[in-house]
């Protein structure tokens, strides 16, 4: 790991040109959404929200023309997420389709492949959940025990998924599953398959969250016929695929900015009261982290911009990220609690513990924290 | 960057240690030519910006050099005798990020090399993670430091704040590892560790800790008219 790697970096302007138009197109949309569901961010979703994002050619930015996409850079996509991870737009429908379904069908996809699911994508009509974490394959990824088997037609699938966000809006599933040998053979004879999820033999249920919020679901393949064609990319390398593909979930802006719509519902309750030097400071503190932390997250889309694979990068971000957005509901919970004497919008508190209840997760979803800094502590040359 | 960077360094190896006298090291900086690296073209000097010469500020640090040579560097090219608070600040963040990454370096050098329960510490998890914590508040400390010297001699009270704030708040994290990771040597007068220590403990206070630049980002957010964090950050870029 080489420090030099992440430098302060400048966003095009012909980047930074997508801000007005994305800033309208949420404006628009987001009027009417209570606070609560703008916190969410990227775990809620809404298809009507998603389509006039493919209509106004803001899905699949990094995606060739030929496809439906705009051909731009990873620092595009960036400018506009961060927009939307900022106002805490619906994004959740298209969110894994667009941030690394589409990117890995585009890598490792045949041609036929890459036309049939796409466009569909770029128009924000077809959407795909994540098939990596089993009940017995959480952290220890290598050890999934779904499998295809290779019939006359295709491929028949048994098996299970679990903590699938959005399997029950999703048209397709990338599932890593094992295509040969036995799961001591641990990341060899591991594939991806594309999985219709209205295929025969599919059930999906939904596993509530803390919050009875439906975003989780467990998803079960009971001889599901898949057609030949499900194959994404070479048979036995699906962990080197499915390793490029969390290089691109974890290095996104939205691993810092899932607590931005909270903190600054915070901010403007701040402001309205009397001038008070130790919520200033705790607002300074919180806004002045953000900012380098911001700074860091467009270091690393540089990288991924100029073609690298910053997994160690990422993994350092990533966890920064994480426990700045922990600490957010924490801090500014225990700021209103010490003036009782204020009145607090209800929406306010409803939205701190919401995000309160969740932000496990953050720590959690796209490689845990204690993975990630295994992950940091080998690429600083320990082990 | 490595012609500028490179004899600079070795430079300030051959004048760093504690035995060096301070007057012999003041002559040597000085007839190196390096103070004038800020000052115009136009005026004799090599005219580079304050972000072109942030590496040669990290290397101050991570020699653990006291020496105001950064301040100099500044004060010649500005024809002043006293620097501005905001600038003051900067500099001292660009050196907390050069001796964070010295003070990575040694602890990560001793895990590999310290051996306990019959193997190198580092190989231990809660010593890798512990580590890896302290990776990434050095990587904070050296955006900071980019941040702050993004912005050239005249830098905005914002810039500045956002700047120290952020890196002043990653000295007791990382000294703190640090010695955790040395052990009872780290805390001995003959091991170097405590040089630097010593010195990034100094430089979180010096010019402001954070906070008191914390309360002035805070005031500007809370006085901004910009309605969300994103703005608020954008509009830094700009300043």
Known sequence: MNFDHLTLSEI?????????????????????????????????GDAVFSRAMGQAGFLGLT????????ERGPLARFVVVEELLGAGAPVGMHWIADRQSALVILKFGTEAQREQYLPKICRGEMYFCIG???????????????????????????GQKVWTSGAHHAHYMIALVRTSGEPADRNQGLSQLLVDLNAPG?????????????DFNEVFFDNVELPHDALLGEEGAGW???????????????????????????????????????????????????????????????????????????????????????????????????????????????????????????????????????????????? | MDELLGPFEQMLASVAGRSVDSV?????????????????EAAGGAGLSLSDIEPLIRALGRFAITAPVAETMAKRALGVDTLGRPLSAILAVAEIAGLAEKILEMSLSYANDRVQFGKPIGKLQVIQQQLAVMGEQVLMARMASQIGCAHGLAPSLEVAAVSKQVASATVPQIASIAHAVHGAIGITEEFDLQRYTRRLHA??????????????????????????????ILSLRKS
């Not at chain 1, 197109?25 to 609560?36: F, K, S, V």
């Not at chain 1, 350092?316 to 003036?339: C, N």
């Not at chain 2, 012999?24 to 115009?40: H, N, T």
Request: aromatic share 6%; glycine share 8%.
């Open chain 1, 202 to 214: 599919i059930t999906i249920r939904p596993v509530p969250d803390l919050n009875g919020d439906h």
């Open chain 1, 240 to 383: 080197s695929q499915v390793t490029a593909e969390l290089a691109y979930e974890r290095s996104g802006p939205e691993r810092i900015y899932s607590s931005a719509v909270l903190l600054d519902a915070w901010i403007q309750h701040v402001a309205r009261q009397p001038q008070c030097e130790a919520r200033q400071r705790l607002v300074g503190s919180l806004t002045a982290q953000l900012a380098v932390l911001r700074e860091l997250s467009v270091a690393v889309t540089s990288r991924l911009a100029a073609g690298e694979q910053p997994v160690v990068e990422a993994s350092l971000v990533k966890d920064l990220g994480a426990t700045f957005e922990q600490s957010v509901p924490s801090l500014i919970a225990d700021d209103l609690a010490s003036h009782p004497e204020e009145s607090v919008d209800p929406e306010l508190w409803h939205a701190i513990m919401t995000v309160t209840h969740i932000a496990p997760a953050f720590s959690l979803r796209g490689g845990t924290r204690e993975i990630l800094r295994g992950i940091i502590a080998r690429g600083m040359g320990l082990r």
């Open chain 1, 12 to 44: 095009p302007a012909t980047d930074e040109e997508l801000r007005p138009a994305i800033r309208e197109l949420i404006a628009a949309h987001i009027g009417n959404m209570p606070l609560y569901k703008r916190a969410r961010t990227w775990m809620g």
């Open chain 1, 132 to 158: 990596m974490s089993e009940p017995g394959s959480g952290s220890d990824l290598a050890s999934v025990r779904s499998r295809a088997e290779r019939t006359e037609n295709g491929w028949r699938l048994n």
């Open chain 1, 63 to 70: 995606l060739p023309r030929k496809y439906g996409g705009a």
């Open chain 2, 24 to 40: 012999v090291q003041w002559k040597a900086i000085e007839e190196s030519g390096y103070l004038d690296a800020l000052v115009p």
């Open chain 2, 203 to 232: 430089l979180r206070l010096a010019h402001g800790s954070e906070g008191y630049w914390a309360n002035i980002v805070g005031k500007a957010r809370l006085q901004s008219d910009r309605q969300s964090s994103v703005e608020f």
